[in-house]
């Protein structure tokens, strides 16, 4: 008996959460007669659908009232279909909300076009009502997953954040490792997408630190042996947390392979060279800099020049050979003070260089390392 009713609440949780998912269609077609057996065919099923004639309207609506599905259908009024898609999709706050495009039947090329724009799927014209109900269902469906799994990525973020907050000396310390990572990658030449994932990753490097207790983490005291393995494990701890992330494999990359060394000296995994990938070296970089260039329970911060001189002694041991003097060039031009001013927990603002940084550059005798342009 107890089973049963538990199967029933579980069912009416289920039935309440079905009913909690919005479906509001919005359907874009001038052919006030067509689009009347559209909406009856639809809130049938459920949907709410506001029918609008044209694309300005529709923009309009867009704007007003976001719904989860668009139904437009190509040939209307004031702003075609592909341009109304092309607007939703280009807008960050609209570019989730799905697009089905209603095409006539012979016209092969609209398919193409509406793929260009960013069409999720398309019904041809006349449609069959089965086909019609089935597409706008998977549509929303997909919508839904999307929410739900943006939603992980969001929990998962805070979690990230959550974790930092444990440890006073290293507030702010993935944030600061990304803003690095950001501009290393810049200054690399890489696409400000990748930016981004080098940003996202950076905040979750550290993640699997959730997995390591207070007593070791927070301690003070130089860590044991036991206590170091211990510490050891949190990329690998991280990789398990975000596996399910709906993130790209480099974001993960990050995570897992942060600690590894050129030499095959790093943990967990004990990678080599190039089989560490590309993002994981950077971060490898930024991590230890911004380590050093902290206050530590054992330590103060160290000055800019004396972390890159330290960075440089692994050079041919712990970092990459073609991506460490790139950092160390912008490091001692300065370009990296004003994050560590603006990302200020656990940075000591009396560390900054105050002699200016050419003069540091100069003095680094790192000049062979500005990169020739
Ligand atoms: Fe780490």
Redesign the pocket.
């Known amino acids: 008996m107890g089973d049963h009713s538990e199967q029933i609440k579980k069912k009416i949780a289920a039935l309440q959460w079905t009913e909690s998912v919005s479906k509001n269609v919005l359907l874009v077609d001038d052919e006030i007669r067509i689009a009347q057996e559209v909406k009856v065919l639809l809130e049938k099923d459920g949907y709410t659908v506001t029918i609008v004639p044209n694309g300005k309207r529709a923009m309009e609506e867009i704007k007003e009232n976001p719904p989860d599905l668009i139904l437009s259908d190509i040939a209307i009024r004031h702003i075609n279909g592909f341009d109304l898609c092309r607007y939703v999709k280009q807008d960050p706050v609209t570019k989730d909300i799905p697009v089905i495009l209603i095409t006539g039947l012979t016209r092969p090329d609209d398919k193409i076009k509406g793929i260009q724009v960013g069409a999720n799927d398309f019904i041809g014209k006349p449609f069959d009502p089965m086909e019609l109900k089935v597409r706008v269902a998977s549509a929303i469906e997909m919508k839904t997953l999307q929410a739900t799994l943006v939603n992980v990525d969001e929990v998962i973020f805070a979690f990230a954040r959550a974790v930092e907050a444990r440890d006073p000396y290293t507030r702010g310390h993935s944030e600061r490792v990304g803003r690095y990572a950001m501009k290393l990658a810049g200054a690399l030449g890489l696409d400000p997408a990748y930016q981004t994932v080098l940003m996202n990753g950076a905040i979750l490097?550290?993640i699997?630190?959730i997995g390591i207790r207070d007593s070791v983490l927070l301690k003070s005291d130089k860590l044991t042996n036991q206590e170091f393995e211990e510490i050891k494990k949190?990329?690998a701890i991280?990789l398990q947390i975000c596996a399910p992330l709906k993130s790209s494999r480099p974001l993960l990359n990050i995570i897992a392979y942060?600690?590894e060394k050129m030499d095959g000296t790093g943990y967990p995994y004990g990678l080599i060279g190039d089989t560490i990938p590309f993002e994981s070296r950077i971060t490898a970089i930024t991590?230890t800099f911004d380590a050093l260039t902290s206050d530590r329970p054992y330590r103060k911060a160290l000055r800019t020049i004396e972390a890159c001189h330290i960075l440089e002694s692994g050079i041919e041991t712990h970092y990459d050979e073609d991506i460490l003097p790139v950092f160390i060039e912008i490091a001692l031009r300065g370009e990296l003070a004003h994050i560590a001013s603006e990302v200020h927990d656990g940075w000591s603002p009396a560390n900054h260089d105050s002699d200016g940084p050419m003069r540091n550059l100069k003095d680094f005798g790192m000049m062979s390392y500005i990169i020739k342009s």
């Open positions: 490097h550290d699997g630190k949190h990329p991280g942060h600690h991590d």
